[in-house]
């Protein structure tokens, strides 16, 4: 009984559609992307099997070009995630591109300006080499993401290529480094992982600020200043809770110092506000349901 809940659950589960919405080249160009939305940055090494992956997640063979030349993609594509209607930003490949010096610090930049300063990026997704173990690059990655506070999907893909001893020990390896994130073991040929993968980058979309909630606050919330205050206050110490449970940090010696950033800053504030009106609304709710059953009486 309990092997075909499973089964139905995953014949149940729609994968959903990846549209590709822009195709962009410049830092302006990505920070003002879909402004409104979640951002998912997917990143990892020029041959780790990004395009692959996308195509795979979308059940179609040629929406990402696939390219036996790593280091190609000299562009940053962004994709819909629909119905769920947050995006998935492909970033080009780092390591050991074939380009000039010149061009691989111009990209690196970009990149880099990118991951920290987005305000609508809620996580970045680091694909990493089922079949390697932790290499300088990807561990350099991770750490950038861990001191800039951006919370990590790790992904080990090419699964169908290792024994599952081998992806174990490499899962446990990786563990180590990004404790609170184990990685997801993914194959783009045999389709291993790909439905656990679209249910994490759908809950990280949709926990994060920028989800779109069907819930209305009513307009006719009491303003009173000195309740609002109090209320904030409470909300601030909630959101300082939850944001230390939240983010990934490596818990040794070298901790990597926290560095607050625009766009952590944003959605700290706008999450707040929504916590502040349904605290509101809440007690609102209280006081009309207490005045009814008094008229009863």
Known sequence: ?????????????????????????????????????????????????????????????????????????????????????????????YGYAKRSKSERELWANLIEKYLVECENLVAVAILLDCRLEPQEADKM?????????????????????????????????WTVLIPRGEPIAVSSHSGLGLRELWKKLILVAENSSFAQHEEEIPENVSQDKEQDKQLLEQTKEIEKKSFQEHIVFKEDNDKPKKIRTKRGAVAREKEMQKKLAQEKARKKAQEEKSRAKHKKK
């Open 1 to 93: 009984m309990q092997h075909n809940d499973i089964k139905m659950e995953q014949e149940e589960f729609v994968f959903p559609q990846l549209i590709l919405e822009e195709t962009l080249y410049t830092l302006g160009q990505l920070k003002n992307a879909a402004p409104e939305k979640a951002h998912i940055a997917l990143a990892g090494r020029s041959n780790v099997g990004k395009s692959s992956l996308i195509n795979a997640l979308a059940k179609r063979k040629q929406l990402a070009k696939v390219s036996s030349t790593p280091g190609k993609t000299r562009s940053v594509n962004l994709y819909r995630v629909a119905p769920q209607n947050f995006f998935l930003t492909d970033l080009p490949g």
């Open 141 to 173: 990655m991770v750490q950038f993401a861990l001191a800039h506070q951006i919370p990590i999907i790790p992904i080990l893909t090419k699964a169908d290529k290792c024994t599952q001893k081998e992806r174990s020990e490499r899962i446990s390896q």
